[in-house]
């Protein structure tokens, strides 16, 4: 979901900034020791790669959702999209695509975006049903997201409505990567100079720097693949040895 | 499914081979691949690496390699790469790199191999180093089964009436009448300690007509022999054969009548009826309308039926050899007639001479836009002073009146209009001796041009003694011979196409391609070379080349890959030429690749690489020195 600009982001995030050493196997650790809901505890069993793994070497699963509007606690997820990855390949024989019928109200407004009918989400089953096995396709993987904080958050939002817990895991957020890679100051300052525009981080704008082709927005599970491309451009082009540690690019 | 891929699949079925698969194995395909992205510039493939994916590209372009570095080819959106590989199980030969930045979707070998092995159209489409691909793609077009492509068994109905060279001409009669037939066919008498050859077992054919100009007319009595009234200089025509060819051979030999051989037995007879019935439009009325031409102006207003005829024949799927012959007869049928109308303003001529044909008309492989290649011989009492002026005349008359037609003049001045090309017989022989003896690149170029010849009216016995003559001398002149395959070499075929442009071996791009000049042509000059060096007797690309096989000269296969890239190449520039006239354009050679379908692209790039690869034998096979 990347239509959303981050003044509509009403509160603040849940997690507090993580820096890139931060030492997620300890804090793996510790969670699955206070986890109580059993998906959750399995999911932190699984453990997180340490911080200098090569990024070569890191699974990843990329993680989309579509959601009924933008505050997380009025709106809920509709869709939810996954891909499983590495840098060299998305294997899409990994993919998951699930319509969820929202807890809260399905907006005309939401409708027209991401295409998911009424009769849609009839019939689909709720959030709390696919929680498993979504886990199950995350654990020992590293999320990687276009602007992270609509999936953290609608994601621990929902969790707290189901089993009133929260879940935090180390993500690699791909619009963060592009506006760190094009917006550094001094470009921006140069390019103010020039009066040129900043550089878009939209999905489809950063998609074509990479000379990615265009893929329709809005379904969750193109989506995701499109934010799996994205990050292979992106690490070839920036990290093209690959050795580099994963620290250098999650959050 | 509800993992599926929708801009996976979406591309899937923008792009062959996929978009012939059914919607469920293809959504199968598209939600089992795995995605890469590489940098410009980034290896894909490397020399001996094992790969057991198939690479599809989605966005970009690659750069295949040979292993000596040498481009092997250049491919972009919805090409493939590594195929081969995984077929034959085999490490990467050809490595890959990334041109531009690129998202390649991988299908897993086993995937490839189910596709590949229970789709046919899948598999043909995508094998690559199979030559069969080109083979069924000629196939393919032949299946549709029109009456141009109709063979000459096809119209076989019944066996002939085959009756022994005693019958009595009423017995003949009453016997045709019973069966119902309009001619009869007698065979040699049964001799059993006189095995003949097997072509002698049919001595000649009696007609309804020969009964009544050959008989009746002439008040002969009704017991005579058959053999009396018979036509004894049969001419016959070969089960396989084309119905086209059967009514052009009617038409050369004015008979109305064919038996149809197999294997030099008799199977059935063919009349002049059976195949009008066959074809109603055709090159046929065109010929008739030029013959019945009174003058210059008349047969220059026949253009547009030639042109018409030749597209008939294009949508018909006429395969090249007919369109060709087809062609040539039409253009054969204008210089006779012109030639008639020039004897008729001019008088007699005062000594003999032969109208040759050259070049492509000479082969049976003309198309509509052609340039016209012609020479005089001339009886060897020639004395310039005395008859020069009317042959300066005659040529002339010719010439200007083939150039209204249609036929172009000869940039090149090679026609019977300039002094050089309108000689006696002898002078011919010693040009033909001097060139072959003493080859020079002008001569060479000569060579490739005048060893193609037809004698198309006048002593056509001349024609057939500079055949001979040329036969002779070229075959097995491994000196000679090398020069030509130099000189062949000239022409190259390019590498293949790359998004709308055509690819050089070098890299280059340009944005046309002539096929006549880069396809065609250079086969043509392949197979002279080759049939000078068997001593062929066939003149057609086609007929010389089936010799050259039959001489088992060539690798085994590569001379049935040459006719399928012969084959494709001149449809691909025949069908060109016809879009051009349904266009209203005026047709050309040129092609530009972004009229060419990707079936038509895949096709002539392997096309071309038969060519090149037999380009590459020639000059190995033809070294100056080697023995033949």
Redesign the interface.
């Known amino acids: 979901m990347f239509y959303l600009d981050k003044n509509a982001l009403q509160d603040k995030p849940t997690l507090k900034p993580l820096g890139g050493q931060f030492d997620w196997s300890s804090e793996f650790s510790k969670r699955y020791k206070n986890a109580r809901y059993p998906a959750l505890k399995q999911y932190y069993a699984q453990g997180a790669v340490s911080a200098d793994t090569p990024i070569c070497d890191v699974p990843l699963v990329a993680l989309d959702f579509e959601t009924t509007g933008l505050n997380p606690k009025t709106d809920s997820i509709v869709s939810i999209g996954l891909v499983a990855?590495t840098t060299?390949?998305?294997?899409?024989?990994e993919?998951?695509?699930?319509i969820i019928k929202p807890d809260t109200e399905l907006k005309t407004k939401s409708v027209v975006i991401h295409g998911i009918t009424h009769s849609d989400v009839a019939s689909a089953p709720s959030f709390n049903s696919v929680l498993d096995e979504l886990l199950l396709h995350l654990q020992g993987k590293i999320v990687v997201a276009h602007h992270k904080d609509i999936e953290t958050r609608f994601l621990n939002s929902a969790l707290q409505h189901y089993i009133g817990e929260e879940i935090v895991f180390p993500c690699i957020d791909t619009m963060a990567l592009e506006a760190r890679f094009s917006r550094t100051l001094k470009r921006t300052f140069m390019r103010s100079l020039l009066g040129k525009k900043t550089p878009s981080i939209r999905l489809t704008d950063c998609r074509a720097r990479?000379?990615?082709?265009y893929?329709?927005q809005h379904?969750a599970?193109?989506d995701a693949?499109?934010c799996?491309?994205l990050l292979?451009?992106q690490v070839?082009?920036y990290y093209?040895d690959e050795t580099s540690p994963v620290s250098a690019i999650w959050c | 499914m509800a993992t599926e891929q929708v801009e996976v699949t979406d591309f899937f079925q923008r792009h062959k081979p996929f978009s012939d698969l059914p919607t469920q194995e293809l959504s199968h395909v598209a939600s089992r691949v795995e995605i890469a992205y590489y940098k410009a510039g980034v290896p894909i493939l490397t020399f001996g690496q094992d790969n057991d994916q198939w690479f599809v590209i989605r966005s970009g372009a690659v750069e295949v390699f040979r292993r000596d570095g040498e481009l092997y080819n250049r491919l972009g959106e919805g090409n493939f790469f590594g195929e081969l590989g995984i077929m034959r199980n085999r490490p990467v030969r050809f490595p890959v790199v990334a041109l531009e930045d690129t998202l390649v979707y991988l299908i897993d070998a086993e995937t490839f191999n189910h596709l590949f092995d229970n789709d046919e159209q899948f598999a043909d489409f995508v094998e690559v180093e199979d030559r069969s691909r080109l083979r069924d793609s000629n196939a393919d077009r032949k299946d549709n089964n029109s009456l141009l492509t109709a063979k000459v068994e096809k119209l076989i109905d019944q066996l002939p009436l085959i009756l022994p060279p005693t019958t009595t001409v009423q017995e003949a009669a009453v016997r045709m009448t019973e069966e119902g037939v309009s001619s009869v066919l007698i065979s040699k008498e049964h001799n059993a300690d006189n095995i003949e050859r097997d072509n002698d077992v049919v001595i000649g054919i009696v007609t309804d007509v020969d009964i009544r100009s050959r008989l009746v007319a002439k008040g002969l009595d009704l017991s005579a022999p058959v053999t009396d009234i018979m036509t004894s200089q049969l001419t016959s025509v070969q089960s396989h054969q084309y119905v086209f060819e059967a009514m052009m051979l009617m038409l050369k030999h004015k008979v109305m009548h064919l038996p149809v051989l197999k294997k030099s037995q008799p199977i059935g007879l063919i009349s002049h009826q059976d195949i009008l019935r066959y074809e109603s439009q055709n090159s046929l009325f065109v010929v008739k309308s030029i013959f019945s031409a009174q003058n210059v102006d008349e047969l220059a207003a026949l253009t547009g039926e030639v042109r018409g005829c030749f597209s008939r024949m294009v949508h018909e799927d006429a395969n090249s050899q007919m369109i060709g012959s087809a062609m040539a007869v039409i253009g054969r049928s204008f210089k006779q007639r012109l030639l008639e109308l020039a004897e008729q303003k001019f008088g007699p001529a005062p000594i003999p001479y032969c109208f040759l044909a050259l070049g492509s008309m000479a082969r049976d492989e003309q198309l509509i836009v052609t340039d016209q290649d012609n020479a005089l011989v001339l009886d060897n009492r020639f004395d310039p002073q005395v008859h020069d002026e009317y042959f300066s005349a005659l040529a002339n008359f010719v010439c200007d009146g083939l150039d209204r037609c249609g036929y172009s003049y000869c940039t090149g001045g090679i026609m019977a209009t300039n002094k050089k090309w309108r000689q006696p017989l002898k002078v011919w022989e010693q040009y033909f001796s001097q060139w072959v003896d003493h080859p020079t690149p002008e001569t060479l170029l000569h060579s490739a041009i005048f060893f193609d010849l037809d004698g198309v009216w006048g002593k056509k016995v001349w024609a057939d003694m500079l055949n001979q003559l040329i036969r002779k001398k070229a075959y097995k002149n491994s000196r000679f011979l090398a020069c030509m395959a130099r000189n062949a070499l000239l022409r190259t075929p390019p590498l293949g196409f790359f998004k709308d442009f055509v690819m050089e071996t070098d890299g280059r791009q340009t944005n046309s391609i002539n096929m006549k000049r880069r396809g065609t042509a250079p086969i043509a000059d392949l197979i002279r070379v080759h049939a000078l060096s068997v001593g062929a007797n066939g003149r057609n690309s086609f007929a010389r080349l089936h010799d050259v096989i039959d001489a088992k000269i060539l690798p085994p296969g590569r001379g049935v890959d040459l006719r399928d890239a012969l084959e494709f190449i001149a449809m691909v520039r025949i069908r060109h030429q016809a879009f051009d006239l349904d266009m209203q354009r005026e047709p050309d050679n040129d092609i530009e690749p972004e009229y060419l379908s990707d079936f038509e692209r895949k096709n002539l790039r392997d096309a071309f690489q038969i060519l090149s690869d037999a380009q590459k034998y020639m000059k190995y096979r033809y070294q100056p020195g080697r023995h033949l």
């Open positions: 990855l060299q390949r998305i294997r899409c024989a993919a998951k695509h699930w990479y000379h990615l082709p893929y329709r379904n599970l193109t693949l499109a799996a491309e292979q451009a070839s082009t093209p």
